[in-house]
């Protein structure tokens, strides 16, 4: 048994240091196998207990994905870091669901019924019927609406800030280059056809550089769907393309004819009609983005403030048992992110 007051201050990166913390102190404790227990007291938050069934309810989804991916010693270790991480969220959200009663944040009956019936909208499976569900849905409802109340109320995005964001991310904000292209396009007709394929494909280049019409090359003997308008492809954006395409049309100049290139598709020689440079949109025009942005980061960085002070100030004592053999338990649908609705 291992008592913790006050609980670990938490880094930006929260997670990983908590993680870490957690691997120091359970290693310190006896670890008793799953045929000893069948349920216990894992972790003491406050006035609220923590118990191994609970855990392994919260586990049991990530539980089955470790244990499709890996095996041996990767395995267990991968499982008790899991182990590790969920014990930490459970303390986290217990804390939560404990300063809302001490805030006074109600949810109602009604509020519950219409989050439940929005959340089978989107697919969710919420069983009306099943007092576990409806009691996840309201915890889920209380921890957004004390994390606006304490977090999201609180903070401010000047223009200032906004500014700052749009000079340090403006990669972010700009238009993609655009080409204008044409292509032929040459398809193997079975895989013991690439080589005439090929032999095409040379065939097509020669006439080119002896001065042939690119339109009337893709008419006779493009594959592509484009080819009755002699391979005129139109406008495309950067990240649109084939990466060997566009690889090549990279390097090119307006009215420059690639090399053939090979993709799964088949045998391209493209010519780059026009390209337009990469565009950065104005300020104005992205300040309402920019305003999002900026105000999930600062309530990010308020959250994690919040919650490490709500650790600091909390009795917790951690009485791990190591269970997590045997078969996988069905567990409730994962809890939104406290910061971001739905």
């Keep these: ?38 349920d216990g007291i894992i972790a003491i938050v406050n ?11 919260e586990l049991a ?23 590790y991480m969920a014990l930490t969220s459970m303390i986290e959200r217990k804390l939560q669901l404990q300063e ?87 398809r193997p007709r079975s895989p013991d056809d690439t080589a005439d394929a090929r032999e095409k494909v040379r065939e097509v280049m020669a006439r080119l550089k ?4 690119f339109e009337d090359l893709a008419l006779r003997f493009s ?7 002699g391979g005129r492809l139109g406008l495309v954006r950067q990240g649109e393309l084939l990466p060997g395409i566009e690889r090549t049309i990279a390097n090119l100049v307006p009215g420059g004819i690639s090399d053939m290139i090979e993709t799964s598709e ?25 305003q999002g942005l900026v105000f999930q980061q600062k309530s990010e960085d308020v959250y994690q403030a919040w919650l490490a002070d709500l650790k600091n100030k909390a009795y917790i004592e951690i009485k791990f048992e190591s269970a997590l053999s045997g078969p996988p338990t069905t567990a409730p649908s994962p809890r939104p992110s406290p910061t971001s609705k739905e």
């Design 61 to 83: 989804p990530e539980r089955e994905r470790i244990q499709k991916e890996y095996r041996g010693d990767v395995l267990a270790r991968r499982l008790k870091t899991a182990e």
């Design 100 to 186: 809302a009663k001490v805030r006074g944040v109600v949810v109602t009956d009604q509020e519950v019924r219409q989050a439940a019936q929005q959340m089978k909208q989107q697919g969710r499976t919420i069983d009306e019927t099943n007092p576990a569900d409806m009691k996840k849905v309201r915890e889920q409802l209380t921890l957004l609406r004390v994390v606006d109340r304490e977090v999201r109320s609180g903070v401010m995005v000047a223009d200032s800030d906004m500014k700052r964001y749009f000079q340090e991310h403006r990669d972010r904000f700009a238009l993609s280059e655009e080409y204008t292209l044409s292509q032929i396009l040459i």
């Design 47 to 57: 006035s609220d207990l923590i118990m191994l069934s609970e855990m392994k309810r």
């Design 223 to 229: 594959d592509g769907p484009d080819a009755s308008h």
């Design 1 to 38: 048994m291992i008592t913790i007051r006050p609980f670990i201050t938490m880094e930006p990166d929260w997670l990983r240091h908590t993680v870490f913390f957690a691997l120091g102190l359970i290693a310190q404790a006896s670890l008793l196998s799953a045929g000893q227990v069948e």
């Design 266 to 290: 088949g045998f391209h020689i493209v010519r780059l009609e026009d390209k337009k440079p990469k565009q950065f949109r104005p300020y104005e025009e992205v300040r309402t983005e920019i």
């Design 210 to 213: 002896q001065g042939e019409s």
